[in-house]
């Protein structure tokens, strides 16, 4: 385990370590954790009309949406498929952003909670696979 820096509160330390020693899908369902966490966060200051809290969030949400792009693996068919979605994605999340309008965001809510909730099965299958896998050698 790395020390932790003089800085770093305990709970830090403690995510820092999730993110260290996570899957690849678990490191995606943390994305998709992250995604929602910043649209809420960013639909709460277009709300309460705090639009630069809104802003700093969503162009938080996009820079995730960016990162799941880049871990596209293109080989897959399924790859061009989340391709489209996540462009979906990012035109809401600008347009939400450019003209301070929640209603953009309800749709995108639903396709990152449906998103993170296969990955999230598929993160879990995994694990029994990792462990059956383990046990046989």
Same mark, same amino acid.
């Given at each position: 385990m790395?020390?932790i820096?003089?800085?770093?509160?305990?709970?830090?330390?403690?995510?820092?370590?999730?993110?260290?020693?996570?899957?690849?899908?678990?490191?995606?369902?943390?994305?998709?954790?992250?995604? &929602?966490k910043?649209?809420?966060?960013?639909?709460?200051?277009?709300? &309460? &009309?705090?639009?630069?809290?809104?802003? &700093?969030?969503?162009?938080?949400?996009?820079?995730?949406?960016?990162?799941?792009?880049?871990?596209?693996?293109?080989?897959?068919?399924?790859?061009?498929?989340?391709?489209?979605?996540?462009?979906? *994605?990012?035109?809401?999340?600008?347009?939400?952003?450019?003209?301070?309008?929640?209603? *953009?965001?309800?749709?995108?809510?639903? *396709?990152?909670?449906?998103?993170?909730?296969?990955?999230?099965?598929?993160?879990?299958?995994?694990?029994?696979?990792?462990?059956?896998?383990?046990?046989?050698?």
């Amino acid at each position: 385990m790395q020390p932790i820096p003089i800085n770093q509160s305990p709970q830090d330390a403690y995510k820092r370590q999730d993110v260290l020693t996570a899957t690849p899908t678990d490191l995606i369902v943390m994305l998709y954790d992250a995604l &929602k966490k910043n649209i809420v966060l960013g639909r709460r200051g277009i709300e &309460k &009309k705090k639009v630069e809290t809104a802003h &700093k969030h969503l162009i938080k949400a996009q820079e995730i949406v960016t990162e799941l792009v880049n871990s596209l693996d293109m080989n897959y068919e399924i790859s061009e498929e989340l391709l489209a979605i996540y462009e979906f *994605i990012l035109a809401c999340l600008e347009d939400a952003n450019f003209q301070k309008n929640v209603e *953009i965001l309800d749709p995108v809510v639903e *396709i990152v909670d449906d998103l993170r909730s296969a990955w999230y099965e598929i993160s879990q299958s995994n694990k029994g696979n990792l462990y059956i896998n383990e046990g046989q050698g």
